[in-house]
């Protein structure tokens, strides 16, 4: 008798050995990885550390890199979310298409392209315009500088000014956001162009340091309609011409960590956080700014 119990016992065993399966998806616990344009660094990570916080089983691994690599992650699986400041372009979307999933992007943040110069230099304003000049005009003298080639930040501003080439020889590419920074800060002769997330919490004494190290040129659509700086109060009235969102991408339908986090960060918390790191948290903007006033398709 007792042979065959423990005969009974180790089929039983075996089994349950055969039969386990992957554990489901929870927003709970798991990790994750994620890619991350690095010019929205600051932000991403004050999100993922108050989630922690709410959620300590799970971990989140960031991968930074420019926004279409991040996009292009997504696509092939080597990530299952990303975090940048466009939305998906029409090639992407196809591929969305041909795979049948649907398109839902979710929008966390107003952020911006903060342009940056040295401390000595005493031009504080700029029309896009002009801008575009020093962008294209192969006679300027004034060094370009950005984090990255292909980065959110260059193309924010390729998009806005409507450029599809610009005179790489004023153009320059840092390794980074801080960079960039120190860039400006040993060349008075150049603009720098950074996210402005990394110097918009004014509590944080590392972005602060930052930003007291150079100085921020105000930006206008046109002398007439003025000049603006990158601070939360222009940003909030949309005054700000070089303004972006932060969105988040995921292809995963699972309640997992990815919708997880997403949730969180666009929750009322998140919200907060988005808010305490001095830029607009998107369910505040006054909505009719967004309303696509375009004739609906009979």
């Known amino acids: 008798m007792k042979l065959n119990y423990l005969f009974l016992l180790s089929i039983l065993s075996l089994f349950s050995c055969n039969s386990s399966t992957k554990e489901e998806p929870n927003i709970n616990k798991g990790t994750i990885t994620i890619a991350v ?3 929205i660094m600051p932000i991403i990570e004050a999100q993922i550390n108050a989630h922690h916080i709410h959620y300590p089983g799970t971990k989140i691994i960031t991968k930074y890199l420019p926004e279409t690599k991040g996009i292009n ?12 400041t466009r939305e998906f372009n029409e090639s992407e979307l196809g591929e969305l298409q041909r ?3 649907k398109y839902l992007p979710a929008r966390m943040a107003l952020d911006a392209v903060a342009l940056v110069q040295n401390k000595e230099n005493k ?3 700029i029309t896009l315009d002009e801008l575009k000049i020093l962008l294209t005009d192969k006679r300027s003298k004034t060094k370009l500088v950005f984090d990255r080639s292909n980065s959110s930040n260059l193309n924010v501003i390729m998009e806005k000014l409507k450029l599809k080439t610009i005179n790489t020889e004023n153009v320059y590419s840092a390794d980074g956001n801080l960079q960039v920074i120190d860039f400006v800060k040993k060349s008075p002769n150049a603009i ?11 509590d944080d004494k590392k972005a602060q ?3 007291n190290e150079i100085s921020l040129i105000a930006v206008g659509e046109s002398e007439q309609k003025g000049y603006f700086k990158t601070n939360f109060k222009n940003l909030n009235k949309r005054k700000y011409p070089l303004e972006r969102f932060v969105y988040l991408h995921t292809l995963t339908k699972a309640w997992g960590v990815e919708n997880g986090f997403i949730r969180f960060a666009c929750s009322k918390t998140g919200q907060l956080v ?5 830029l ?9 700014f967004l309303l696509d006033t375009k004739p609906m398709k009979k």
């Open 192 to 202: 720098g162009f950074i996210g402005f997330n990394w110097i918009s919490d004014t």
């Open 99 to 101: 795979r049948g999933i």
């Open 123 to 125: 031009d504080t304003t």
């Open 209 to 211: 340091d930052l930003l």
């Open 274 to 278: 988005t808010e305490k790191m001095g």
């Open 280 to 288: 607009v948290p998107f369910y505040i903007i006054p909505k009719e």
């Open 73 to 84: 992650m997504l696509l092939d699986d080597s990530v299952t979310m990303a975090c940048t």
């Open 37 to 39: 344009d690095e010019s």
